[in-house]
């Protein structure tokens, strides 16, 4: 099995809705992203994917959240903007682009609030 991991970071607020501490308040962190492909053989180049590609799909879902509050955001406007949350909706927005010459899937999409904690989505 081949895996290609890629990262991002952005900056965005949020509140949690139903919370009850200091996070239910707004507040904003530095966001990071990390993208996990997995597939079980390599493209005709030697490749499992490009990594351009995936940094290409991510840039777009990060660009959507970046210097916002994600509260406002579809669909965290209806759902709770958590660290478990964005990780899915990094999983929903990345897999439906992701094409390529062999077959490869997302295997975890980790997504930090800070240094010390991040949560992990695997479809």
Do not use: C
Request: proline share 4%; aromatic share 10%.
């Amino acid at each position: 099995m081949f895996e290609v991991t890629v990262e991002q970071t952005f900056a965005a607020g949020h509140a949690l809705r139903n919370y009850h501490g200091k996070s239910e308040d707004v507040h904003g962190h530095n966001y990071r992203v990390r993208v996990t492909v997995e597939g079980e053989q390599l493209d005709s180049t030697g490749l499992l994917v490009d990594f351009l590609e995936v940094n290409r799909l991510i840039s777009g879902a990060v660009g959507y959240l970046d210097h916002h509050f994600i509260n406002d955001l579809p669909p965290f406007d209806e759902i709770n903007p958590s660290a478990e949350n964005i990780a899915k909706y990094f999983y929903d927005r990345i897999s439906v682009g992701l094409t390529n010459e062999v077959p490869v899937h997302i295997s975890a999409i980790q997504v930090w609030e800070t240094d010390t904690s991040s949560a992990i989505y695997r479809p």
